[in-house]
C-alpha cells in the first residue's frame, strides 16, 4: 500500500476542541472493499461491548440492526467521504433554539452562531489500519465549557464503544476474506 491519504475529516472539521481517535490493524490480504463492505454491514449483535453502552441510550440495539445505519437518524448525516471513508456530522444546540435551515452539510460549514456543536465522526480503511476518530468543535467558550463535563463522563465508555466496533469489523471483514 502507498502513502496514507488525507482524511475526509480533516477537512470538514480542521479545527476541534475534544477528539477521540482509535484504530486498528487488518492482516495483509483483506482487500479494501471488504473492509468497507464490513463497515457498512457489522451488527450491534458483532459488538456486544458497543451494544450494552448503547442500550443505555435511546438507540435500539437489536442485535441484527447495522450499526452504521443506526448512527444515521436525526442527528447525523452521512457526507460522501470517498472509497475508504465515512463520514458522519451532526450539529447540535445546548441552547433551546432551532437549528440553522437548509442541508446539514451547508448548515454545519457555515454555522458560527453561539451554542452550537458541531460534531464530525468517521470510520476509515487506509493502508491497512481501520480507524475512527471524533471530533467536536464548540462555537464560543460557554457552550465549549457546558459540553466539557459530558465529554469527560462518556469519554472513556465511548472508547471501549468504538474499539469493540473496530474489532467486529475486522473480524467479519476476515471472514468474509477468508469465506471469499
Not at 142 to 164: C, E, P, V
Request: charged share 30%; aromatic share 8%.
Amino acid at each position: 500500500m502507498g502513502e496514507p491519504t488525507a482524511a475526509k475529516i480533516d477537512y470538514v472539521l480542521p479545527r476541534w476542541h475534544f477528539r477521540e481517535s482509535h484504530s486498528i490493524p487488518l492482516p495483509r490480504g483483506v482487500p479494501p472493499e471488504r473492509v468497507m463492505s464490513a463497515v457498512r454491514e457489522t451488527t450491534w449483535g458483532e459488538a456486544p461491548v458497543s451494544r450494552a453502552l448503547m442500550s443505555l441510550t435511546k438507540v435500539d440495539v437489536s442485535a441484527g440492526r447495522r450499526i452504521v445505519s443506526d448512527f444515521l437518524g436525526e442527528a447525523m448525516e452521512a457526507v460522501e467521504a470517498g472509497e475508504g471513508e465515512i463520514l458522519f456530522i451532526s450539529l447540535d444546540c445546548l441552547e433551546d433554539r432551532p437549528k440553522p435551515v437548509g442541508p446539514l452539510a451547508e448548515a454545519f460549514a457555515g454555522c458560527t452562531e453561539a451554542g452550537f456543536l458541531k460534531m464530525a465522526m468517521n470510520l476509515r480503511y487506509d493502508g491497512r489500519v481501520l480507524s475512527t476518530e471524533t471530533r467536536v468543535y464548540a462555537t464560543d467558550e460557554h457552550t465549549r465549557r457546558r459540553f466539557r463535563g459530558y465529554w469527560f463522563t462518556i469519554r472513556a465508555a465511548s472508547g471501549l464503544s468504538r474499539r469493540s466496533l473496530l474489532r467486529a469489523i475486522r473480524r467479519r471483514a476476515v471472514k468474509a476474506s477468508v469465506q471469499g
